[in-house]
């Protein structure tokens, strides 16, 4: 996921839900009222790098560029709908 606010260990509250699945599946429209997801932080870090490279052949120039995503790991402890 995206980086979040947070420290290793921290409790996290996702209260914006998609989708409910299960037995009966709920589809949100845009979101599912009143569903939440509890997470716990695993780690904060950089995600894998991604690479890339401009050229334009006329003028015989290129460019590379690399890009690493902040991002934090959770684990999913409880969801409620």
Do not use: C, W
Not at 23 to 43: E, L, Q, R
Not at 46 to 65: A, E
């Amino acid at each position: 996921m995206e980086k979040l606010d947070g420290a290793e260990g921290d409790t996290v509250v996702i209260d914006d839900v998609l989708f409910v699945g299960g037995d009966a599946p709920v589809f949100g429209t845009p979101t599912v009222a009143g569903a939440k997801v509890t997470a716990t932080i695993v780690s904060q870090g950089k995600g894998k790098k991604i690479n890339g490279i401009t050229y334009i052949k006329v003028k015989n120039h290129q460019r590379h560029y690399g890009h690493r995503q902040l991002e934090t790991r959770l684990r999913i402890d409880s969801i409620a709908a």
